[in-house]
């Protein structure tokens, strides 16, 4: 039912959340009206190490597959709030600029995709069902990243590497990990490290961390940002965004 795994395997998903928790608050801006998106990042950085954490320190006990189910239940949970508040400040910041009704339109729709999506991840069979139920959340975070290349929507044009980044080294380590690569072409070489499950994490951690450079620079931009409504497009002093909360 489950690999073995050494006890050593539960210390490295401690050590992003000691982190993130130790450095990521002094970072966010807790006014008023940034006190939601910061704690979407903040929640959304630590909640898929939460879930690993608790995954791999239990998934070996002899409580029958029920209990190992809920476990993985856990996990995936942690990656759906990663995956839905994690990202709710680049979405926001993608519409920032955008009428009323188009703004609240793509940020509902984005929230309905994600809930459904965790409808799927909690019913989830296989490992392929377990990724592919993010598949329209990530899709559209896509299509806002299309959005904000094409000027329409807003952003810290400084931050959309890491708005590309964010996403796609997820969907590479997701893939890695459901063929099981490189495992699978040799069997029996890669069982304690070099293995699809150690590739996925190192590349989660490299996932999250352009997530918090994205949100960082995009949550400034918002606290500078003038909108002028009639072309939807913002005017900002790009130079002065880049400042100490930066550095991590």
Same mark, same amino acid.
């Given at each position: 039912?489950?690999?073995?795994?050494?006890?050593?395997?539960?210390?490295?998903?401690?050590?992003?959340?000691?982190?993130? +928790?130790?450095?990521?608050? &002094?970072?966010?801006?807790?006014?008023?009206?940034?006190?939601?998106?910061?704690?979407?990042?903040?929640? %959304?950085?630590? &909640?898929?190490?939460?879930?690993?954490?608790?995954?791999?320190?239990?998934?070996? +006990?002899? +409580?029958?597959?029920?209990?190992?189910?809920?476990?993985?239940? !856990?996990?995936?949970?942690?990656?759906?709030?990663?995956?839905?508040?994690?990202?709710?400040?680049?979405?926001?910041?993608?519409?920032?600029?955008?009428?009323?009704?188009? =703004?609240?339109?793509?940020?509902?729709?984005?929230?309905?995709?994600?809930?459904? %999506?965790?409808? =799927?991840?909690?019913?989830?069979?296989?490992?392929?069902?377990?990724?592919?139920?993010?598949? !329209?959340?990530?899709?559209?975070?896509?299509?806002?990243?299309?959005?904000?290349?094409? =000027?329409?929507? %807003?952003?810290?044009?400084?931050?959309?590497?890491?708005?590309?980044?964010?996403?796609?080294?997820?969907?590479?380590?997701?893939?890695?990990?459901?063929?099981?690569?490189?495992?699978?072409?040799?069997?029996?070489?890669?069982?304690?490290?070099?293995?699809?499950?150690?590739?996925?994490?190192?590349?989660?951690?490299?996932?999250?961390?352009?997530?918090?450079?994205?949100?960082?620079?995009?949550?400034?931009?918002?606290?500078? &940002?003038?909108?002028?409504? &009639?072309?939807?497009?913002?005017?900002?002093?790009?130079?002065?965004?880049?400042?100490?909360?930066?550095?991590?």
């Amino acid at each position: 039912m489950t690999e073995p795994r050494s006890p050593v395997v539960t210390l490295p998903p401690r050590i992003p959340i000691v982190y993130i +928790l130790a450095t990521v608050p &002094a970072m966010m801006p807790w006014e008023k009206e940034y006190r939601f998106l910061s704690w979407c990042h903040l929640v %959304g950085s630590v &909640a898929p190490w939460c879930g690993s954490f608790v995954y791999h320190l239990f998934m070996n +006990l002899e +409580l029958g597959e029920g209990m190992y189910y809920r476990l993985l239940q !856990l996990d995936m949970l942690g990656i759906w709030i990663s995956q839905s508040f994690g990202a709710l400040p680049m979405v926001t910041a993608t519409v920032y600029c955008l009428g009323w009704p188009i =703004k609240w339109f793509i940020i509902i729709s984005y929230s309905l995709l994600c809930i459904w %999506g965790l409808f =799927k991840a909690m019913t989830a069979s296989s490992p392929w069902q377990r990724r592919i139920c993010f598949l !329209l959340p990530f899709t559209m975070r896509i299509l806002l990243t299309v959005l904000r290349i094409s =000027k329409v929507g %807003g952003g810290n044009p400084a931050s959309l590497t890491h708005v590309f980044l964010q996403d796609a080294v997820s969907a590479v380590g997701g893939v890695i990990g459901a063929m099981h690569i490189p495992e699978k072409w040799f069997p029996g070489s890669v069982d304690i490290y070099l293995n699809s499950h150690n590739i996925m994490h190192v590349l989660v951690v490299m996932a999250v961390y352009s997530m918090h450079q994205a949100t960082i620079r995009d949550i400034e931009w918002m606290q500078r &940002a003038e909108c002028s409504g &009639a072309n939807l497009t913002s005017s900002l002093n790009i130079e002065g965004i880049n400042g100490t909360h930066l550095e991590l």
